[in-house]
């Protein structure tokens, strides 16, 4: 799993040793990437398990002191895939940022 910046570049990779898309590995990239910004700076998350993975930042706290700076969506590849309510709320083109 990589992070890549705007442009498409990998910035860090994390090697999954473990089958499927666990959350620990988005956040883990997630807070090295928070780490070399400037608290004012606002990150837009383009992932395609994003509604889940901010509901979890939510309901657990993950990335907690960065949620202030941070939108969620969802890939359009991905995001007909995902319920109508899903859509509305992290559907890239619609989503505010």
Known sequence: MAILCCHNCPLWVVNMNTPGEAQHYT???LVKLFKHFPPSVIVQILYDIACQLHQSCIKW?????YMSCTTFSISIFHAFGHQWPCQIIYHPRKTIG
């Open 27 to 29: 956040l883990a990239l």
């Open 61 to 65: 706290g993950f990335l907690k002191p």
